[in-house]
Nanobody, 115 residues
Framework: QVQLVESGGGLVQPGGSLRLSCAAS????????MGWYRQGPGTQRELVAR???????NYADSVKGRFTISRDNAKNTVYLQMNSLKSEDTAVYYC?????????WGQGTQVTVSS
């Protein structure tokens, strides 16, 4: 069982930046994929970005060029640097890990973009 703990959410003005972190614990082996999903008010959960253990990344079209995902395999931690934030980025952001053929989720952290 993998436990995921997010941090770094909060309130930011449009055009601002935030950095989310997610620390994984409980894994005996390398975690195949880590990433971030989000769920805004009245919407379904959607992929934001994900990164494989080898470094390959995928981004949602809506965040390309503004968000950067990275990971520290030694620390089992994944980061999401979010720049040029927009009001439509407001959502609960969930950390995700794919490990031993199972999906694992964090508890979520709120990101609010508002003036």
């Amino acid at each position: 069982q993998v436990q995921l703990v997010e941090s770094g959410g909060g309130l930011v003005q449009p055009g601002g930046s935030l950095r989310l972190s997610c620390a994984a614990s409980g894994s005996r082996f390398s975690i195949n994929v880590m990433g971030w999903y989000r769920q805004g008010p009245g919407t379904q959960r959607e992929l934001v970005a994900r990164i494989a253990s080898g470094g390959k990344t995928n981004y949602a079209d809506s965040v390309k060029g503004r968000f950067t995902i990275s990971r520290d395999n030694a620390k089992n931690t994944v980061y999401l640097q979010m720049n040029s934030l927009k009001s439509e980025d407001t959502a609960v952001y969930y950390c995700y890990a794919y490990y031993l053929l199972s999906d694992h989720w964090g508890q979520g952290t709120q990101v609010t973009v508002s003036s």
